[in-house]
């Protein structure tokens, strides 16, 4: 069975659109900027969806397991949402995204993915906070600067494995 595509901006953006069934959500058109981007958009019979708030739920919660909730905008959310809704379906789907954040959460949630211009991610990466000051470490996107000693805080990887293709 063909996959469903979902695509996120940069599929549109470099005009890197696979054959098939398309789909994606209002947010990623309303990224798009220039006519050309969005006659492109118009005329590659891409089909728009909603995720639903259940998917959604279940993305955020993927995202806080990986540290990826402080790097996911809320577009790529809900992509990521409707990937999932399409695939706890019974249907076959691929996210189509550079964005290694993306990538990162979708492999938490089990769901295929191809990259545009850029290769896939290998591994799986958990992500936290870390203060430049005094070292300690917050588990999400709470804070901007530390509230212990001012600092700023960085994102750093403290967990990665390799992803293992079937």
């Known amino acids: 069975m063909e996959p469903v595509y979902v695509l996120d901006t940069s ?7 696979p054959e098939g069934r398309k789909v994606t959500i209002t947010e990623v058109y309303d990224e798009l900027e220039g006519e050309l981007s969005k006659l492109f958009f118009e005329k590659s019979s891409i089909k728009v969806l909603y995720s639903d708030e259940e998917s959604i739920e279940k993305v955020r919660d993927a995202a806080k397991g990986t540290g ?12 990521l949402a409707l990937a999932n809704q399409i695939k706890e379906e019974g249907k076959d789907v691929k996210i189509v995204s550079d964005d290694y954040s993306i990538q990162n959460v979708a492999n938490k949630l089990n769901l295929e993915f191809e990259g545009i211009m850029q ?14 000051g005094c070292y300690r470490e917050f588990n999400s996107d709470e804070y ?8 700023g805080l960085q994102n750093r990887v403290i967990r990665q494995k390799d992803i293992i293709d079937d």
Not at 68 to 79: A, G, N
Not at 144 to 151: Q, V
């Open 11 to 17: 599929a549109l953006i470099f005009r890197s659109i």
């Open 68 to 79: 990826d909730d402080m790097k996911l905008s809320e577009t790529d959310v809900k992509l």
């Open 119 to 132: 290769e896939e991610i290998g591994k799986e990466f958990r992500w936290i906070k870390k203060c430049v």
């Open 144 to 151: 901007d600067m530390c509230p212990i000693c001012g600092s």
